[in-house]
């Protein structure tokens, strides 16, 4: 397959409503930084979470490549806001993971739709992941409070939680949408909490609402296809 063929694919399957709000919600973001005369790498980031979050939502395995590029982009910002969990948080494991996510989804994609095919955990998958996420974020938080961060509450629920997500993401499993929305949500708190002590992160914040939405709108696509699949 070449790269105009690869591009095609990445883009079919998408619904009429999709195709005009999903690049409206960018364009918005967009606008919306450039007016606020927001940080350029803080938009350049928002493009690309939004993008990897949407691309990620449809199957496409092109949200990896995408990501890498928000990732470095967001950990330069993470690192001037002193939110030193989510630094390496990118920095060491969402690059490496955007890398085997690639290989991983590559191995399960439906051969006629381009789309990778979406799985679920059993009860005791469930319980194990969501002791570890809240046991490993307590014990962070006391880690980020010797190293002075800005918001160890939040910045160790969202990282540990973060690490989770992206395991059931590359493990293709629904679950992971109601990771990202506790994720979505305390990032929201936390980067407007930024911006009031004079952070110029505007789209950073409209990064995260965005973010929020599109995970709630996911874990009911994936839901819904689970669901037929089953029946």
């Not at 399957?13 to 919306?32: A, N, R, S, T, V």
């Not at 969202?158 to 506790?182: A, D, H, N």
């Amino acid at each position: 397959m070449n790269l105009v063929e690869f591009v095609k694919s990445e883009f079919s399957g998408w619904q009429g409503y999709e195709k005009i709000i999903f690049p409206l919600g960018i364009l918005f973001i967009i606008m919306l930084a450039l007016y606020a005369k927001d940080d350029k790498v803080a938009i350049v980031s928002a493009v690309c979470g939004i993008s990897y979050t949407i691309l990620a939502g449809k199957g496409k395995i092109s949200c990896f490549f995408i990501g890498l590029c928000g990732t470095f982009c967001y950990s330069f910002i993470a690192y001037k806001n002193g939110l030193f969990g989510n630094l390496m948080l990118y920095l060491l494991y969402y690059c490496p993971m955007q890398i085997v996510g690639i290989f991983k989804w590559k191995k399960h994609l439906d051969i006629n739709t381009k789309v990778i095919k979406k799985t679920c955990l059993v009860k005791s998958e469930k319980f194990y992941y969501l002791f570890s996420a809240l046991l490993l974020s307590i014990l962070f938080m006391w880690i980020l409070k010797f190293m002075n961060d800005a918001n160890p509450m939040i910045d160790s629920i969202t990282t540990v939680f973060s690490v989770v997500g992206l395991i059931l993401t590359v493990k293709r499993c629904v679950e992971q949408w109601y990771i990202w929305t506790i994720v979505n949500a305390l990032s929201v708190i936390m980067w407007i909490e930024a911006y009031m002590n004079g952070s110029n992160c505007l789209a950073t914040i409209f990064m995260w609402a965005v973010y929020f939405i599109l995970g709630i709108y996911f874990l009911f696509c994936w839901n819904k296809e689970l669901s037929q699949v089953i029946k």
